[in-house]
């Protein structure tokens, strides 16, 4: 309980600190007990006088009543969770003697101020006879009330928030990854960004939990938008006319956000939008000035451009809307890049770690809205970008959500794309475009078995590769040679098709020996199933013929084996990259390859796994709706219940290849009799 009060009276005081200095952001990673410890460190006597008063009066309040101390403990934590996520409080703030009026009246509104951030009704702040915003009106009343000594605490509390604080998580950041801090120091160099500001924006992406992988790749991006942002402020204050006093205060925000000070940058735009708002002189600013736009919609879209780099996308993505509202309605284009920009950042708020799918669809609805905007003719290029993002966009949904339609939506996003980019205009963009086609027909083939379907992706991946190369894009280049590998050979396993098996191989065969540092996950998992189930169907089909030279049945084993290895392999790493149906796929096919396996070495355990991937495979069609196959599968499993009860001879082990019906049929009446020519041994990577 001690601690838990420590925590929530050192949260408190950073809170207080952070007000003081007009500051927004509550640093999520500040431990209270930290706050506490360092204001102990900097100003013993005041801390404990402070701490002393304060934890007497928030125990008095919390305890009045006959409750559990566990029920007091889990609200004090929910307290502690409320003031941390809290933004600034907009008044003064004042520290007073005991018993002043004004405290009182300076904590009530920081308590509602706390409860109303959380959307919080005052009705539904209680847990039984506690109610939150009680407990934070008598806290910081307490606080507020402890006269000279919390003076003191809060400037060493400032001083804490610095070292501990964000600064300080930036700083073992930068630390830990040598490139990072590499980069941020030739970015500085580069364009006359000060080192604060770098910092400020790798910290809101760090407040993100963005992989610092993704901060690398994304910080230049970030930083034109820290220069777009400084040079929208200094024309803002060009406009400011014979108002001076306008002039400099977007002056001094334009330096606080050179300093890094983005909390009190974002303060202070915050206050000056609301007086404008609430002035007579808001009919003025609302009007087209002489450069044809508004002063007030422009001053929006700079907060949310502020908010964006602060790492406050929700709030960012509000501002923009705002914006688009009050624009003028006759600048059309530039009303439809704020929507684009607004649908961008719903969409990497909705790629953030524990977000909601309902935020990707949120930001595929703004991207349509914006659509309704403006035309292909308007201007070309950018609005073809805007169709291969809301084309990428449905991809994702269509993996999150688990929706087949969402693969043809997609692909109507991309073909038009294709049509205005072309090889000759804008080669990335038609790479990038004919890429995004080919997962979606991939995606949408893989749901209806469609062997035409399929044969259209490969034709697509076949497209971007003849202009992606391997030194320019590896990463995409890699996905994109995987991609069409497993294309292939769904072609082959769907029509019995030994070209396009040929050509599968003559596409994975060269990704096994490429290091895996320059393949993505998803491209690694890809591969490693499409090379697993190639190898599977080479076994099935009983062809004996690989580069002409005739193979022995321990060849098959040994194949088999690495079959095995390279499906367990890519199940295991892709888990949370792959689809529902990608994952019953390849469980299928491990099940298939863990039976046949079992006929080489009659294992008892080896049956077992084959049940249990079967069983696998079962529950993700389940989970799918694909009735059909789970009822295939489910009769497979039958079957090979049957076979692990009945007792086996020691002949049954000896060179016994048990194909499963379905795949025996499949050999029989579809493979042709040519050989399969393979331009080198089928081995797992080494």
Not at 24 to 31: D, G, K, S, T
Not at 96 to 121: C, E, F, M, Y
Not at 209 to 220: C, N
Not at 366 to 385: K, N, Q, V
Request: aromatic letters at 4%; proline letters at 4%.
């Amino acid at each position: 309980m001690e601690s838990a009060l420590l925590r929530l009276l050192g949260l408190s005081l950073a809170h207080l600190a952070l007000l003081r200095h007009e500051q927004r952001m509550m640093p999520v990673f500040i431990n209270g007990e930290d706050v506490i410890a360092a204001c102990v460190k900097d100003q013993p006597r005041a801390t404990a006088s402070v701490v002393r008063q304060s934890t007497a009066c928030l125990w008095a309040t919390v305890s009045a009543n006959d409750i559990p101390q566990r029920e007091i403990k889990a609200h004090i934590d929910t307290i502690s969770d409320l003031v941390r996520s809290a933004c600034g409080y907009s008044g003064d703030l004042p520290v007073t003697h005991p018993h002043s009026d004004v405290a009182a009246g300076a904590a009530d509104a920081i308590a509602r101020a706390i409860v109303a951030k959380a959307n919080l009704q005052p009705a539904t702040t209680g847990s039984g006879n506690l109610d939150a915003q009680a407990t934070l009106q008598s806290l910081f009343a307490a606080l507020l009330a402890s006269g000279p000594q919390l003076d003191a605490c809060l400037h060493a509390a400032t001083r804490a928030l610095d070292e501990i604080g964000t600064n300080g998580a930036v700083k073992a950041v930068m630390a830990q990854n040598p490139p990072l801090a590499e980069l941020c120091r030739q970015l500085a160099t580069d364009t006359g960004i000060s080192n604060a500001l770098l910092e400020a924006i790798v910290s809101a992406r760090t407040r993100l939990a963005s992989p610092v992988e993704t901060t690398i790749r994304t910080l230049a991006n970030h930083t034109i938008k820290a220069l777009e942002l400084l040079g929208d402020l200094t024309h803002l204050s060009d406009r400011a006319g014979r108002d001076d006093s306008l002039e400099a205060e977007l002056l001094r925000i334009a330096s606080l956000v050179r300093e890094g000070n983005l909390g009190k940058a974002g303060y202070m735009l915050r206050q000056l939008s609301h007086d404008m708002e609430g002035s007579d002189d808001l009919e003025h600013r609302m009007a087209a000035d002489l450069t044809g736009t508004a002063f007030f919609p422009s001053l929006l879209a700079v907060r949310a451009r502020l908010a964006d780099l602060s790492g406050e996308l929700r709030e960012a993505a509000r501002l923009y809307e705002r914006a688009v509202d009050a624009w003028p309605r006759e600048d059309r284009i530039r009303r439809w890049q704020l929507k684009i920009t607004q649908a961008r950042l719903l969409a990497e708020l909705g790629q953030l770690l524990g977000a909601q799918v309902g935020v990707l669809c949120q930001a595929a609805q703004t991207y349509a809205a914006a659509g309704a905007l403006i035309c292909e003719d308007d201007c070309p290029l950018a609005w073809a970008e805007a169709n291969l993002e809301l084309g990428m966009l449905l991809l994702t949904l269509a993996h999150r959500e688990e929706q087949p339609q969402r693969y043809p939506a997609a692909a109507l996003h991309f073909k038009p794309a294709i049509a205005v980019f072309t090889r000759e205009r804008a080669m990335d963009g038609w790479a990038r475009a004919q890429i995004g086609l080919a997962h979606a027909l991939r995606g949408q083939a893989a749901y209806q078995c469609d062997v035409i379907i399929a044969r259209e992706a490969a034709f697509a991946y076949r497209a971007a590769l003849g202009i992606l190369t391997k030194d320019a894009t590896p990463e995409l280049w890699h996905h994109a040679r995987c991609a069409l590998g497993d294309c292939l050979v769904m072609i082959a396993e769907e029509a019995g098709d030994i070209e396009s098996l040929q050509l599968a191989f003559d596409h994975l065969l060269p990704y096994l020996d490429t290091p895996t540092a320059i393949i993505s996950e998803p491209a690694h998992s890809i591969g490693d199933i499409a090379m697993g189930r190639a190898m599977l169907f080479v076994v099935e089909s009983g062809s004996k013929q690989l580069d002409g030279a005739q193979i022995t049945d321990a060849a098959d084993e040994t194949v088999l084996g690495d079959t095995i290895a390279l499906l367990k392999e890519a199940l295991e790493r892709g888990d949370s990259q792959l689809t529902s149906l990608e994952r019953a796929h390849t469980e299928r096919a491990l099940g298939r390859a863990q039976y046949l396996y079992f006929g080489w070495n009659g294992r008892p355990d080896t049956l077992a796994d084959a049940i249990v991937s079967k069983a696998r495979a079962r529950d993700l069609y389940e989970h799918i709706g694909n009735s059909v196959m789970a009822d295939d599968i489910a009769t497979e499993i039958e079957t090979l219940t049957e076979i692990r009860r009945a007792p086996r001879s020691p002949s049954s082990t000896e060179r016994s290849s048990p194909i499963e019906p379905a795949a025996q049929a499949r050999s029989e009446t579809t493979m042709r009799d040519e050989p399969l020519r393979l331009d080198a041994a089928v081995t797992s990577r080494p």
